[in-house]
């Protein structure tokens, strides 16, 4: 379906061509067409679907209908909060470019940059602002923020902002926001934290649930290597060196980890910048573009890079560990396979990871394929594998044998037995009974 038929204006249709969208992806042709009757929405939807445009391209539209001119003082009237300033800035670019074709204007705010510049941007007035919620508030407490005008709010990856543990915050926003508006609401998947969440935020919503994960499973080959922990570094070293891997992004659970991990490849030769919410934002930045640009090798990051990062050709997704939460594995391995390309996700586990496995694919409703890497297998599984062609093993298992058949003859005696002792005293009662 292409997006005049969903009712956007030239100008929109216009631009989003030039950015090389031909075809409505399915949440945007069940979210556009709402979102343009001004209906509240709640949709959940898995990474890389794109939303943003699904939410973007009709409040652009909408905004437009009343004309602006260039003397007049603008107020902010849509608001769209996000969990992460990479997600922030991703957002911010994509409504600029979504509307270049009409006189808005739009800013994005977050933390770990300079507060000045975003005061002075916000003092020259914009039509659409996209924040995350503790920079936006420090925004509100100096009087650079008015909220009364907004029509229209987001709130995208409303499940990580919860996550993320933003609960006051949103409270303290939404009491600030006109209870006339219309709200959009994303999120991954439907849970308690969400439906508290949309009870605060939407009143009755038009639910949308778009499940692609059978989609996902076709545009990523899902690989997971069992190896012990201690191998996992050089591993990772092998496996990307070996195969000659450019632009690979390799996510670990914690922040040392992807310093520990980033300087072992380092060390190994590989080019590698690390990712993670101690880096100061223009260092963030800077890994961001130069990982882009190809100009490095590895990236190492932490979950902040699982959402607001889109690489349209990024190949390969390696966990070095496994998340702790099972819905962050598929904003992991939804960097790659994105825009209709295939990507590979490769997953390092040892046996401690087992039961986040298990979790994993509860979630995705079906199993990943497990394989063992030539000399990186696990020790457990080698003794196992090497004892089946020892002679030792022999032995061992020709005891086995015997010492099973033997407890199942054992067994078949004493229940033969039990059961003649029960006939006796059966047959004891009835001559009693006579």
Known sequence: ???????????????????????ATPVQKKVIPLVLDGKDIMATAQTGTGKTAAYALPILQLLSKKEIKEKTIRVIRSLVLVPTRELAAQVGKSIEAYGKNYNLKSCAVYGGVKFTPQTKKLERGI???????????????????DLSHVEIVVFD?????????????????SNMLPKKRQTLLFSVEHNKSLKRFSELTVIKPVK???NNQGDLAKKVRQTI????????????SYMIGSRNWHQVLVFTKTKKSADEVGAYLEDSGLKTLILHGDKAHSKRTKALKDFKAGTIRVLV???????????????????????????????????????????????LVCKEEKSVLKDIE????????VEFFEGFEP???????????????????????????????????????????AQKKATLRKRKKK
């Open 127 to 145: 039509d659409i602002l996209v924040a995350t919620p503790g920079r936006l508030l420090e925004h509100i407490k100096q009087d650079n923020v």
């Open 225 to 236: 290597y069992v190896c012990d922990e201690n191998k996992k570094s050089a591993l990772l």
């Open 301 to 347: 990051a932490t979950d902040i890079a699982s959402r607001g990062l889109d690489i349209e050709e990024l190949p390969h997704v390696i966990n070095y560990e496994l998340p702790g939460d099972a819905e962050d594995y598929i904003h992991r391995i939804g960097r790659t396979g994105r825009a209709g390309n295939e990507g590979e996700a490769i997953s």
């Open 1 to 23: 379906m292409s997006f005049e038929t969903l009712g956007l204006t030239p100008e929109i249709c216009t631009a989003v061509n030039e950015l090389g969208y031909t075809k």
């Open 379 to 421: 020790k457990d599984w080698v003794e196992k594998e090497a004892r089946k062609h020892t002679l030792r093993g022999k032995i061992e298992r020709s005891q086995e044998k015997r010492s099973k058949t033997a407890n199942n003859v054992a067994g078949m005696r004493k229940k033969k037995a039990n059961d003649r002792n």
């Open 362 to 369: 509860r979630l995705l409703k079906y199993g990943l394929k």
């Open 208 to 210: 949308i649930d778009i």
């Open 157 to 173: 990856e409303s499940d990580r902002i919860l996550d993320m543990g933003f609960w006051e915050e949103i409270v303290t926003l």
